[in-house]
């Protein structure tokens, strides 16, 4: 997956933010032990980024850790979410996940 085609897709941006860490040595793998280990991880090895880039990061963790959720415990996204380069709001309260 080289980009990101539907902005507003949760899913897709979690597979693309996903495949894209597997090659800096991340294991985004939808696993419980990834949002144990590898968030934390990944937020210290780039804490020092530009305010800019932190939001950008911040939407493709929000769909990785809400799809993750999905996946492990059979949720479905719910709302409007807005993508990384689509910021028209803010995804903790416009996109939830349901069971």
């Known amino acids: 997956m080289n980009e990101i085609k539907n ?45 800019y880039t932190q939001t950008i990061i911040e939407s493709l963790l929000t769909a990785y850790v809400g799809e993750t959720i999905c996946r492990l415990y059979k949720g479905k996204w719910c709302g409007e979410f807005c993508g990384p380069l689509n910021k028209t709001g803010s995804n903790y309260y416009l996109s939830w996940i349901n069971r």
């Open 7 to 51: 902005q507003r897709d949760p899913t897709e941006i979690a597979e693309y933010f996903s495949s894209i860490q597997s090659r800096y040595g991340f294991k985004f793998d939808f696993s419980l032990e990834s949002l144990e280990k590898e968030v934390d991880r990944f937020l210290e090895e780039n804490s020092n980024l530009s305010e």
